[in-house]
């Protein structure tokens, strides 16, 4: 299912529903625990607890959400979903906890408040437990059926990651007409050919496909035009690899992207209203959150002076490649040495580099020597979501070395985004091809709503620090 040009798993919505119902429960049933008689429980249920419920269970899932836990795409271990929710949980405790105080009268005491966070809590850590034993069983996947036997095809079969497996099982592939079957390396797909002389839509039929993924290396060579108009006619999903990939591993993969995918495909909306409307949620929220952290950047700026020294600079101003091509200062908390790149020669941070000093080794585990580009933001420079803006030395190597590196920017460069959520930090010429496919799914899929998902999922890294450097 599509939401926002987002696609939700059967899993996913499965999960949120029974969340949902539980948390809107969750307030009830911890008043009823406290409750001393039946009568108690009816004054509870005829008090107006329902705006109440509706904003716990408001708050406690855009918690889940910022920590991840309805991303399709989410590869922690069950302990770590558990750090998760209880990460959630208590954002949750402490938000209501300060909304109530400023919303008097209303019907939760802190304690009422503990033992409803505690029950949703428990609610969920039992929900994701059941899916965990359950999600995988191919009665909630979808039975793919793949038209091709080439390198397209085995690209399919080599999806490692199991986040990327979850949602679909494949029911074998059909070695197009006049194209010979792979070899026989470990790797072929021998094992789950299918008989290429019985029609597709008997095959479809006999093997209960529910979709066909078109992964012809060749398109110029026997194309089954009257056999796939069958199965579409009858019913049966047919897409192209592409689409595949990008449903599936949230990322456009340009080992198979042909530019006419991209160019009569939907997506890539970039029209001036959806720009004039960018630039008032981004200056809106620039100066906003400028207010808020000013007492947070008094304090990171005396924490440099104090290990640094009072002449020692506490920003840092680097060229970066922005929008269209365009150079511009990227302000940020200096993390590293002021001698870093003496040399002149720029370098990608490795981990534990020494150039990073003590204060800023706690700013990039944080994000907070990201803080400064809210300026960026506020001029134009940038905007708070998009693909990160890169170094002109390494814009003018990858451009030669990585296809379509050059129409990430099309879009204006952001402080954080969809590549810096799903891939760790790059610092090679395969992590820079990785994030540019991320980076194109966003560009493909851009919305406010993608945005305000993305800033949301931020709060994951913040917290735990996923891939700082």
């Avoid at 039929?205 to 579409?232: G, K, T, W």
């Avoid at 689409?243 to 970039?270: A, C, H, Q, Y």
Wanted: proline share 5%; with cysteine; charged share 20%.
């Amino acid at each position: 299912m599509f939401i926002f040009r987002q696609y939700l798993r059967l899993q996913c919505i499965i999960v949120m529903m029974i969340e949902a119902v539980a948390f809107c429960a969750a307030p009830f049933l911890a008043a009823h625990l406290l409750a001393r008689t039946f009568r108690d429980v009816l004054l509870i249920l005829s008090a107006g607890w329902w705006p109440a419920a509706l904003l716990f269970t408001g708050v406690m899932m855009t918690g889940l959400l910022s920590m991840g836990l309805y991303c399709a795409r989410q590869r922690a271990r069950f302990d770590g979903i558990v750090i998760r929710i209880c990460i959630a949980s208590v954002g949750t405790f402490v938000a209501l906890c300060l909304v109530f105080s400023f919303a008097a009268p209303h019907p939760m005491s802190r304690s009422l408040l503990a033992l409803t966070t505690l029950l949703a809590f428990t609610a969920s850590v039992i929900t994701r437990a059941a899916m965990e034993k359950i999600g995988d069983d191919d009665r909630f996947k979808r039975r793919v059926l793949v038209y091709g036997s080439g390198q397209h095809a085995m690209s399919i079969s080599r999806l490692r990651r199991r986040s990327d497996q979850r949602a679909f099982v494949i029911v074998g592939f059909v070695p197009p007409a006049g194209v010979p079957p792979p070899g026989s390396a470990p790797s072929d797909l021998s094992d789950r050919l299918l008989p290429a002389d019985e029609p597709l839509l008997s095959l479809c039929r006999r093997l209960n496909v529910d979709e066909i993924v078109l992964a012809m290396d060749d398109r110029r060579r026997e194309f089954p035009v009257q056999e796939l108009l069958e199965c579409r006619m009858s019913g049966y999903e047919v897409i192209e690899l592409s689409t595949f990939f990008e449903r599936e591993t949230g990322k456009v993969r340009v080992d198979v992207l042909n530019p006419s995918w991209m160019i009569f495909g939907d997506g890539f909306n970039r029209s001036s209203a959806r720009r004039l409307t960018e630039r008032g949620f981004d200056f809106l929220a620039s100066v906003i959150l400028a207010a808020l952290t000013c007492p947070i950047v008094v304090l990171i700026a005396l924490a440099i002076k104090i290990e640094d020294g009072w002449r020692a600079p506490i920003f840092y101003f680097q060229t970066r490649v922005g929008f269209e091509n365009k150079l511009f200062k990227l302000i940020k908390f200096r993390s590293m040495r002021v001698d870093a790149e003496m040399d002149g020669t720029p370098r990608w941070a490795a981990p534990s580099d020494p150039r990073i000093t003590r204060v800023g080794m706690v700013l990039r585990k944080l994000r907070l020597d990201e803080l400064p580009q809210i300026f960026n933001v506020l001029v134009g420079d940038m905007r708070f979501v998009g693909p990160r803006p890169e170094r002109p030395h390494f814009v003018d190597s990858l451009n030669t070395q990585i296809p379509y590196y050059r129409e990430r920017h099309f879009v204006k460069p952001g402080i954080t985004g969809w590549a810096q959520l799903c891939y760790s930090y790059g610092a090679s010429l395969n992590d820079a091809t990785e994030k540019l496919q991320y980076d194109l799914y966003y560009i493909k899929n851009q919305s406010l709503m993608f945005d305000f998902i993305i800033l949301l999922a931020t709060l994951e890294v913040v917290f735990l620090g996923k891939g700082a450097r």
